[in-house]
């Protein structure tokens, strides 16, 4: 799940997120879920499906202590910033 939305496959993360709702909130190694994993590498839509698909929260912290928010500000294909999760209603 976590490559799925860190790799923006928009169509596979949609149908995860609705047929394994309980596996979209797992976590990695890092403690992270699919939510960070997506707003790290750029994938607003990623992102956005996950938010309306599903009930993750939004302010949830890695073990780094970082959340979605946080990793997306030091992603490295593109910059957002609180706006970018606006647009996507959070």
């Known amino acids: 799940m976590h490559d799925v939305a860190g790799n923006g496959h928009l169509e596979a993360l949609t149908w995860l997120a609705q047929e394994a709702k309980a596996y979209v909130?797992?976590?990695?190694?890092?403690?992270?879920?699919?939510?960070?994993?997506?707003?790290?590498?750029?994938?607003?839509?990623?992102?956005?499906?996950?938010?309306?698909?599903?009930?993750?929260?939004?302010?949830?912290?890695?073990?780094?202590?970082?959340?979605?928010?946080?990793?997306?500000?030091?992603?490295v294909k593109q910059r957002w910033t609180e706006e970018g999760f606006k647009a996507v209603g959070v």
Do not use: F, P, Y
């Open 25 to 75: 909130k797992s976590k990695d190694k890092k403690g992270r879920m699919s939510l960070s994993c997506a707003a790290k590498n750029g994938h607003l839509k990623a992102v956005k499906c996950l938010l309306q698909e599903v009930s993750i929260n939004v302010k949830w912290k890695g073990e780094d202590g970082k959340t979605a928010l946080d990793l997306a500000r030091k992603g």
